[in-house]
């Protein structure tokens, strides 16, 4: 698909089909709870004649595009490959009618020529090597992130695009690329789940390798106890719900939002052995932020993970 035809995929058919609906519908536009948060006002704002959206609450908006990056925690390239992989039926029916532009509200820099695939280059892993630059252990501190524990699951990752270099943390999956972060960058060399299994009978399973270096710091542990599923992307959940009937226990870290809560729903729905563990950060958007926030550096030798829940 071009990129000018997945940015006409309604936005009002698209959550329809999530089981998201407008709390207040009108003519031209629609008011709904936004997913991203509690929002008991209803206000998020589709406009259907523009296709375009925004969350007053928070004051972000843009395309379906941003909008699938937003729910999904992923990408531009990423959130483009899942509309094309959904969309590539070429379904008129959740298309808008007119093939005018949507306009210019998207805050990101896309060509319009309807040939280009994909606005994003591709990235060239330069070299690998055991973080030690400055800005990145300055990043981690910064997510309250044990340098030595960050040291073991992860690495000092430097890269090109347009052949411009960078460097960022980065985490291995079980592709072999690489999720990479860094105070000004999120992204990817290539999309998968992260499974770490010395096979053990409980599982523990988190959204994002932030989440999971933050539960070994306030574990104060190397490694964890019990196999590890990272997702690195709510996309991946389909990968992941046929290994699960395997454990007797799965202990959930996702994110305190509405696609956090949906995920567990669906993964509930599959497995009967799951366990939410989002109550013992209620309050904080994720694990991470609990950490930043609620533990403070000086209490952290007194706090521990108390099996299968967070000390309190």
Known sequence: MALYEIK????????????????????????????????????MKVDYSKNLWIDYGTSEGGTLIDLVMKMDHCSLHEAIAMLERKYNNGDASTYQRNNAPSGNFSFHREKTDSTVKSPEPSITILKVQTISNPALIEYLNERQINLSIARIHCCEVHYSVNDKAYYAVGFQNDKGGYELRSKYFKGCTSKDITSIKPNKNHCLFFEGFMDYLSFLTIQKQQNAPIDVIVLNSLSNLGKVKSTLAA?????????????????????????????????????????????????????????????????R
């Not at 870290?253 to 993964?267: C, H, S, V, W, Y």
């Not at 366990?275 to 030798?301: A, T, W």
Request: glycine fraction near 6%; aromatic fraction near 12%.
């Open 247 to 311: 454990y007797k226990g799965i202990f959930t870290f996702f994110d305190n939002d509405q696609t956090g809560k949906r995920a567990i729903q669906e993964l509930q729905s599959a497995c009967n052995t799951i366990n939410d563990l989002s109550y013992c950060y209620s309050g904080y958007k994720d694990l991470n932020e609990y950490l930043c926030r609620k533990l403070k550096p000086q209490m952290r030798q007194t706090q521990k993970l108390k099996r299968p829940g967070l000390k």
């Open 8 to 43: 006409q995929i309604s936005i009002r058919e698209y959550l329809a089909g999530l089981g998201i609906y407008p709390a207040k519908d009108h003519s031209h536009y629609g008011m709904y709870h936004s997913p991203f948060r509690e929002d008991l006002d209803a206000s």
